[in-house]
């Protein structure tokens, strides 16, 4: 067997996987194909791809290098603000408009430094770069610390919240608690054509099934036997000669551009960039959406972001004050009783299904 059919089966092995890759595909064909959908329609689907790219990202430094951040806001607050000041400056330009961040700010133009983020691709390489620095710093000083496990996790927990203070902060210059908002224009075309939400929509799908698809491959390789040794037995890893060192900052930047990635898809789709995007909250649901699809399967980090946030809109328009406690539910049921998340219903049955003995009373024969 030909390496190249060899790859081809193991990605086709993982029918969850094939089968999530697929549906993804199909919706952003029928996003681009199909006629009359509605603007709200077509952007909520644009938001979940986001979210799901998110997810997928915190799944390739949790699922397989077993690795928790709970600070993965903070990467995509990074793709988030470039974008944003990249559509300020694209709308100035062709609009002519001055934004309200210029009043509230109390400026009398952007700042001068925003100038080259009016180019696309310089606020693409600008954000990847960005993103890629501080995971590398970040990583590149707790990773050779031998920091991991919950104190890792709490690190990245505080790191996110320093950011969200530093930003809600107007001498910070993105805005303040106010944020970056009343864009224009995007590619030279109206925020309000129609055809605008369905191309950003396509384009966050078809750039989370590239992902999906680039992840497994990389998983099933080399590099990703190696991350689930790591995270199995680091210990004896190390003493075989690897260096565990370069796999995890290796996957952890990796894991930091993607979420940027999510972030320059997410911010035109909600017209809207602010500090709360880097609120603790949102790193910690970003958590709860691989835990529930389940951890280590790529495709069960998009399933359970879909899931998860697919009910958290239909619940903000009827009943916003129940959703933390239907949140809070699916954390308790995952963590006591599918710790694989949804992979683990299959294999699940109450246990006096599995044991039927444990419903016989004691003197009864078998």
Partial sequence: MSPKSHILRRVLEDRMFVGVTVAVAVAGLV???????????????????????????LDLIWGYAG???????????????????HLLEHSVATTGVTPDIVQFMGWTALPGWWSPLESFPVALVAALACSFAVAFLFGWVSFRSRVGGVYFAIITQ??????????????????????????????GAPFQSPGVAKGLAVTSLTVLVAALVACRLLMIGRFGRLLVATRDDE??????????????????????VLAAIAGLLYVPQVGIINPRVLSPELSIEIAVWCA????????????????????????????????????AGLVILVALIFPNGLLDIGRWKPTWIARPDALRPKDATP
């Avoid at 950011?163 to 970056?180: H, S, V």
């Avoid at 619940?315 to 949140?327: G, H, Q, V, Y």
């Fill in 31 to 57: 996003v681009a194909a199909v006629p009359g959908l509605s603007g709200y329609r077509v952007n909520v689907v644009g938001q979940l791809a986001c979210f799901a790219l998110l997810a997928l990202s």
């Fill in 158 to 187: 505080a790191l996110v919240y320093v950011a969200m203070l530093l930003m809600f902060r107007n001498d910070t210059g993105f805005g303040g608690n106010n944020g970056m908002t009343g864009f224009q224009t995007i590619f």
């Fill in 292 to 327: 529930i699809g389940g951890r280590g399967r790529l495709a069960g980090a998009v399933i359970g972001a879909v899931l998860v946030n697919a009910i958290k809109f239909s619940l903000s328009a009827t009943m916003p004050e129940l959703w933390p406690f239907i949140l």
């Fill in 67 to 85: 690795i928790l951040s709970l600070g993965h806001g903070l990467f995509f607050a990074i793709g988030g603000y470039v974008i944003g000041m």
């Fill in 235 to 256: 210990t004896r890893l190390r003493s075989l000669g690897y260096e565990t060192l370069r796999l995890k900052l290796g996957v952890w930047c990796l894991s930091a």
